[in-house]
């Protein structure tokens, strides 16, 4: 097998060598690290190495001056040819090539400019973006009222604030003033205007019949407290259906979906949102709700991890802690299991986490018969086509059942029983001829 046939993420192989794969080196060491193999042809074909004592001095020395980093430089023989191996581990300070930075994305080599270079040299700094100061702001950016409504909120996680009656000394002790000056969270979290500053720092809201038909939709904008509560304001009063009850003489009005899950939602989507990108969006469509939000999850969490115990890895550190002394968040990673919980005491679909287009999406699901989460609850397709018939037409007879699946009575029964097992159906109480099933 050609050797070609191995180049990945962390190997590449080049024939001879020539100082600008110091380019190769840099994106190693910028990414997850690796080796570059000199003496191996373009067929992958080992093809072997001349002068590799003078290589072995000179590659570890240009490395060290023109990057900065000491690798591990070695000699092999491979299929009885002489190749030099140049390992390079992660690095966890930026490398730059010649004032260029690079990473390695798969078998090929990248250059990392805008927008995504700003991400990467944050992320290999010791600071998260939302720790620097905002150059252009000062504290006539800053809303006493939101200070004010912190206050009360937080006077149970931080009993001094109540003596604290001094803004300046409040903002220090919350770490969000470093030298007299904002840190861009003193914006976001009580800034009047922090769109001045950071233009995506909005929310925007649809209402879709499709993902092409939109109805209606609004930017919600502010500081990070006000976004929170003028999207749920919103969503009671134009976007979402509430169901009126009563319990005694008290009126109770509860949204479609639950709002301790939508809430919790929202303030992890401020939170942990990449802010260099764009703005967070909440698609509300007759069957679901999606909120996508802008950054990926840390590298070792999974989506599957969301839904059970894991640690908290906030993106932005220091709203995380006010929102957290706020009294609005726990620090322990459930705020995915709350919104999980919720849902299911509602007794709505599980919501679905979802890596896309550069960030994470939640599906909220109004409706728990359809076709998707049937399937998603071990129902075989002659149970799923049964349930979508009674939620259609209200009912389903043990008969009913065996004609529209073409199957045996036996079939039907064992299949009925095990809906029944499930808490999907129920019986209707009557029995022989007469009997049939409804929704449970």
């Known amino acids: 097998m050609p050797l070609k046939s191995l180049e990945s993420q962390n190997i590449e192989f080049k024939s001879i060598w020539r100082d600008d794969y110091l380019k190769v080196i840099c994106a190693f060491v910028n ?19 001349e002068n590799t004592k003078k290589l072995l001095e000179d590659v570890p020395n240009k490395i060290k001056d023109i990057l900065g980093i000491i ?19 992660p690095s966890y300070a930026p490398i730059s090539y010649h004032g260029r930075y690079f990473v390695r994305s798969g078998s090929t080599i990248q250059e990392l400019k805008g927008k995504e270079l700003t991400k990467f040299l944050i992320a290999k700094s010791d600071r998260d973006w939302d720790e620097y100061v905002e150059e252009k702001g000062s504290i ?33 002790k919350l770490n969000v003033l470093e030298n007299g000056k904002l ?41 990070l407290f006000e976004q929170v509560e003028k999207v749920i304001e919103l969503l009671r009063a134009k976007y979402l259906i509430s169901e009126i009850r ?4 008290y009126r109770k009005e509860a949204l479609e979906y639950p709002e301790e899950a939508l809430r919790e939602a929202i303030i992890n989507a401020v939170i942990h949102r990449d802010y260099i990108g764009a703005h967070t969006q909440l698609k509300i469509y007759p069957d679901k709700l999606i909120l996508w939000n802008e950054g990926a999850l840390p590298k070792d969490i999974k989506i599957a991890d969301l839904k059970k115990s894991h640690p908290s890895r ?12 706020a009294g609005l968040i726990e620090t322990w990673g459930r705020g995915t299991i709350k919104i999980t919980n919720e849902c299911k005491k509602a007794g709505l679909p599980e919501p679905e986490f979802k890596e896309e287009c550069g960030g994470l999406s939640i599906y909220f699901y109004k409706d728990i018969y359809t076709d998707e989460h049937l399937r998603k609850m071990g129902l075989n397709v002659r149970q ?35 809906l029944i097992q499930k808490g999907i159906i129920k019986e209707s109480g009557k029995k022989g001829a007469g009997a049939f099933y409804v929704i449970a």
């Open 31 to 49: 990414a997850d690290g690796g080796k570059l193999i000199i003496g191996i042809d373009d067929k992958g074909i080992p093809i072997g190495v």
């Open 71 to 89: 690798p591990k430089v070695i000699t092999e023989r491979k299929k009885g040819k002489n190749t030099l191996i140049i390992e390079v581990k």
């Open 140 to 172: 006539d950016d800053i809303d006493i009222k939101t200070v004010k409504k912190f206050r009360e909120l937080a006077i149970k996680r931080l009993p001094f604030v109540k003596e604290e009656k001094d803004n300046l000394k409040l903002l220090q």
């Open 183 to 223: 840190k861009r969270a003193a914006i976001l979290l009580f800034g009047k205007n922090p769109k001045r500053f950071y233009t995506s720092a909005f929310i925007k809201i649809g209402k879709f019949l499709t993902d092409t038909d939109i109805v209606s939709s609004d930017d919600v904008e502010g500081n």
């Open 246 to 249: 009563f319990e005694g003489i």
């Open 314 to 325: 906030p993106r932005n550190e220091l709203l995380a802690d006010v929102f957290f002394k």
């Open 384 to 418: 799923v086509k049964a349930v979508l018939y009674v939620k259609e037409k209200g009912k389903i007879t043990n008969k009913e059942y065996q004609g529209l699946n073409k199957c045996s009575r036996n079939t039907a029964t064992n299949d009925l029983r095990k």
